[in-house]
């Protein structure tokens, strides 16, 4: 079993649509956790940490469910902008593991 | 305004050549930084964590002698992929800590094909 695992994808939704990732990761013990967004051929870059509390920055609402060692994000009116590959990021004592990632495109 | 820096963005040479990629964290001192792999649809595998004035350590299964990698100042490690083959062909990325926990600044990534 992988460390970190997301939904395969790919998901092609319209512009406007609301989609939804989830992540589950198999260490109780891990600490931290992020969505990171990576463009094609880019780095990644982080767009939001994970909180169990749930937290929300604009279109964008992550969560934590620490029981069941699950992280979803929640993408509501989604744009062309959008498109990109999601990766879910677990960190223990200081090491980050990916996800493989999820591909999200926004057709108009 | 990017916190890491890497270089080259890609770079392209014949089978049995070393290539060097250089890491650098900008306006801050990165004690640690991580190189990471990723292959085409693939996620970032870890290949080794840098640590400045000290050897870097391997993840599993990374060649010490293939990967060399150097971190001599605060702000700056090179990774070295030594007798480049096909098979190296990547995207390598490096990374360094941020302030919040488990935070992690990417570096723009190396393309390395090798012919």
């Known amino acids: 079993r992988k460390e970190v695992e997301q939904d395969p994808g790919p998901f092609n939704v319209p512009e406007g649509a609301t989609v939804a990732f989830n992540c589950t990761y198999s260490?109780?013990?891990?600490?931290?956790f992020f969505w990171y967004r990576q463009d094609c051929r880019k780095e990644p870059k982080l767009l939001m940490s994970?909180?169990?509390s749930g937290n929300e920055d604009g279109r964008f609402t992550a969560q934590l469910n620490r029981a069941s060692q699950y992280i979803s994000l929640l993408i509501r009116d989604s744009k062309l902008s959008d498109s990109a590959t999601y990766l879910c990021?677990?960190?223990?004592?200081?090491?980050?593991?990916f996800g493989d990632g999820t591909t999200l495109t926004v057709k108009p | 305004g990017a916190v890491v820096s890497q270089h080259p963005s890609w770079v392209i040479c014949k089978s049995g050549t070393s290539v060097k990629i250089e890491c650098r964290s900008l306006?801050?001192?990165?004690?640690?930084m991580f190189w990471y792999r990723q292959f085409p649809k693939q996620s970032l595998m870890l290949m080794a964590t840098?640590?400045?004035?000290?050897?870097?350590?391997?993840e599993q299964g990374v060649e010490k002698d293939k990967f060399l990698i150097n971190h001599a100042s605060l702000t700056l490690s090179t990774l070295t992929v030594t007798s480049a083959h096909p098979e190296d062909s990547s995207f390598y990325i490096c990374?360094?800590?941020?302030?919040?926990?488990?935070?992690?600044?990417f570096g723009e990534g190396s393309r390395l094909t090798v012919l």
């Open positions: 990374s360094a800590r941020g302030v919040a926990p488990g935070e992690l600044f």
């Open positions: 260490n109780s013990a891990s600490q931290s």
């Open positions: 994970v909180y169990s």
């Open positions: 990021v677990v960190t223990l004592t200081g090491k980050s593991t």
């Open positions: 306006d801050f001192q990165a004690t640690t």
């Open positions: 840098s640590n400045e004035g000290s050897k870097a350590t391997y």
